[in-house]
């Protein structure tokens, strides 16, 4: 059996094997690193999230301060800087008239969520981490206080 190891010693199989788990080990860690950002390019940006539909007075149990993340991927995407709600409005048939008329629900708000982060800013896309933040696309978040599905209705870069 000596006749199949390098200088009488090391086996070839096992020295590629110990390669091999070295490598896993190594990519494992790159892509289970938490999200870091360039800070050469990275600047403060705000951005709004409504959620449609929720209960009056929802946005009150939102503090500042805690961690949003995307429900979908688990990224951290910023944290909360302020939230408010507006009357929730929808549109019902005037028949009478014949028109369509836009009325506020009772019991039920528009809940914006203000959220800071640092982000590469280029021409193309305004991204936190791995996570790129664009208007009117639609984002699965959650924080401590709050979760839902809604709309990105603003990006500020500060």
């Known amino acids: 059996m000596r006749k199949y190891r390098l200088f009488g010693l090391i086996n070839p199989v096992d020295v590629l094997l110990v390669i091999l788990v070295v490598l896993v080990v190594w990519a494992g860690y790159l892509f289970s690193a938490p999200q870091q950002v360039v800070a050469d390019n990275a600047q403060r940006v705000r951005f709004t999230i409504e959620l449609p539909a929720r209960p009056e007075g929802f946005h009150e149990g939102i503090r500042p301060g805690g961690v949003v993340f995307d429900s979908v991927r688990g990224l951290n ?8 709600g507006l009357p929730f409005l929808e549109d019902a048939p005037d028949e009478a008239n014949n028109v369509i008329r836009r009325g506020a629900v009772e019991g039920l708000e528009f809940t914006y969520i203000v959220v800071e982060a640092w982000a590469v800013v280029t021409d193309y896309a305004t991204e936190i981490g791995q996570y790129v933040v664009r208007v009117n696309q639609e984002i699965a978040a959650r924080s401590v206080d709050f979760a ?3 709309f990105i209705t603003s990006v500020e870069h500060m």
Do not use: C, K, R, S
């Not at 995407?77 to 408010?84: C, E, K, R």
């Open 77 to 84: 995407i910023g944290h909360v800087v302020d939230a408010y």
């Open 148 to 150: 839902g599905l809604g």
